[in-house]
């Protein structure tokens, strides 16, 4: 695609449900990252995924968070039993390769109430 | 990674040149300066980046310093639409992902 795209753009959850977010990456991009933005804050780095290798998980929060990726092309983020901290903008990027710049999506706001 | 040191804001008239600083006296060898800014409620966008000499593209250029432990985005006509965080980051090509600080964040006023 144009673009990397994210969806849902919005999600209000209640505290204790699960929910996923899904990310579609440009196409050909072999690396893809997730990020979570607090209100106000900046990016942090959740997880890294790069052609067939084995994942960065090191800035996943807890173990409640997990992502996965079909080969090289959709991701989805995984909460389990949100909680009200996990309220934030989620951001994914893709790039060609891993030296590249990131393109990132508009991100999906998750709201835990 | 080297950490960066940027202003928390600054303000730039319309039609000036805006000079973003950034400070990364810990650099090594090889790591490259990237550049990339935030408008509200969007995701981060690519700018540009350079590892010793000045980089231009259609955005803005790159400044670095002979001794490297500096830089300078420079967005040569600044508009209204250039009002965002400012992220300056050092990566090497050894690391996968990138760091954000907290960048600067441009006011460009009328």
């Known amino acids: 695609g144009a673009g990397v795209s994210q969806s849902p753009s919005n999600k209000v959850t209640e505290k204790g449900k699960d929910v996923e977010l899904r990310c579609d990456p440009i196409?050909?991009?072999?690396?893809l990252y997730w990020y979570r933005q607090r209100l106000g804050q900046g990016l942090e780095f959740l997880i890294y995924?790069?052609?067939?290798?084995?994942?960065?998980k090191s800035g996943l929060p807890s173990d409640r968070f997990s992502a996965e990726r079909t080969g090289e092309s959709v991701s989805t983020l995984t909460i389990q039993r949100t909680q009200q901290e996990d309220s934030a903008v989620y951001l994914c990027?893709?790039?060609?390769?891993?030296?590249?710049?990131?393109?990132f999506g508009s991100g999906t706001r998750l709201t835990v109430v | 990674d080297a950490k960066t040191t940027q202003p928390p804001s600054m303000d730039c008239a319309e039609g000036r040149a805006a000079n973003l600083p950034c400070n990364h006296s810990?650099?090594?060898?090889?790591?490259?300066v990237y550049w990339y800014r935030q408008i509200h409620s969007q995701g981060p966008q690519y700018i540009i980046h350079?590892?010793?000499n000045n980089e231009t593209n259609e955005m803005a250029s790159l400044i670095i310093t002979e001794d490297r432990k500096s830089s300078t985005l420079i967005l040569p006509h600044a508009t209204l639409r250039d009002t965002a965080v400012y992220y300056c980051?050092?990566?090497?090509?050894?690391?996968?992902?990138?760091?954000f600080g907290t960048g600067t964040r441009l006011q460009v006023f009328p």
């Open positions: 990027a893709s790039s060609l390769e891993k030296y590249y710049g990131y393109t």
């Open positions: 196409s050909g991009h072999t690396a």
């Open positions: 995924f790069q052609g067939n290798s084995a994942p960065d």
């Open positions: 810990t650099i090594s060898g090889n790591e490259y």
């Open positions: 350079g590892l010793k």
């Open positions: 980051i050092v990566r090497s090509y050894n690391t996968d992902k990138l760091i």
